[in-house]
T-cell receptor
Framework: DQQVKQNSPSLSVQEGRISILNCDYT??????FLWYKKYPAEGPTFLIS?????DKNEDGRFTVFLNKSAKHLSLHIVPSQPGDSAVYFC????????????FGTGTQLKVEL | GAGVSQSPSNKVTEKGKDVELRCDPI?????LYWYRQSLGQGLEFLIY????????KSGLPSDRFSAERTGGSVSTLTIQRTQQEDSAVYLC????????????FGQGTRLTVV
């Protein structure tokens, strides 16, 4: 039972354009959502998060949007840079679930020159 | 260092042998996770420790896998009678375990079963 889904395994974007990575979830108890970035041969690193009481959180070039009614979140990166090329994982947790993080399967982003 | 430390970074073992993977979480973090990432796959949850609560073992793929966390700090993931399908990168993460907090990952242990 995949409670957090990233339906696009890969995405290719030109440098300077916007990258939009999508994530859907099924568990309505999730109340905190995160995005992680992973380079090859490294552990994932935390990027940005959003609480369920908000619908948008922005940090520099990265913005996360949350649509609770659709159980959907997205990560926008603008402008995209070649160094953004990595695998992006979304994750979610629920206070009622002991705050355990549940991850999606990841989306490979490639930013081309 | 102040981050999550995993050892060894690489491990090659023969099929049928037992292996132990170690994780040193960030000091003060009460929650500890083990995940694995097989080639071309996402992050597969294995086990979750949170404070003194009973661990969530729901992700362990078989009874050959076990993990313990001694003194609420260091954790060891043990795989008995390794199989080739156990080959993967095993990732450990830790967090404060409270609501709305992120987890920090180690660099992982790349396990290769030959």
């Amino acid at each position: 039972d995949q409670q957090v889904k990233q339906n696009s395994p890969s995405l290719s974007v030109q440098e300077g354009r916007i990258s939009i990575l999508n994530c859907d979830y099924t568990n309505s108890m999730f109340d905190y959502f995160l995005w992680y970035k992973k380079y090859p041969a490294e552990g994932p690193t935390f990027l940005i998060s959003i609480s369920s009481i908000k619908d948008k959180n922005e940090d520099g070039r990265f913005t996360v949007f949350l649509n609770k009614s659709a159980k959907h979140l997205s990560l926008h990166i603008v402008p995209s840079q070649p160094g953004d090329s990595a695998v992006y994982f979304c994750a979610a947790s629920a206070r009622g679930g002991g705050n355990k993080l549940t991850f999606g399967t990841g989306t490979q982003l490639k930013v081309e020159l | 260092g102040a981050g999550v430390s995993q050892s060894p970074s690489n491990k090659v073992t023969e099929k049928g042998k037992d292996v132990e993977l170690r994780c040193d979480p960030i000091s003060g973090h009460t929650a500890l996770y083990w995940y694995r990432q097989s080639l071309g796959q996402g992050l597969e949850f294995l086990i979750y420790f949170q404070g003194n609560s009973a661990p969530d073992k729901s992700g362990l793929p078989s009874d050959r896998f076990s993990a313990e966390r001694t003194g609420g700090s260091v954790s060891t993931l043990t795989i008995q009678r390794t199989q080739q399908e156990d080959s993967a990168v095993y990732l450990c993460a830790s967090s404060y375990g409270s609501a709305n907090t992120e987890a920090f990952f180690g660099q992982g242990t790349r396990l290769t079963v030959v």
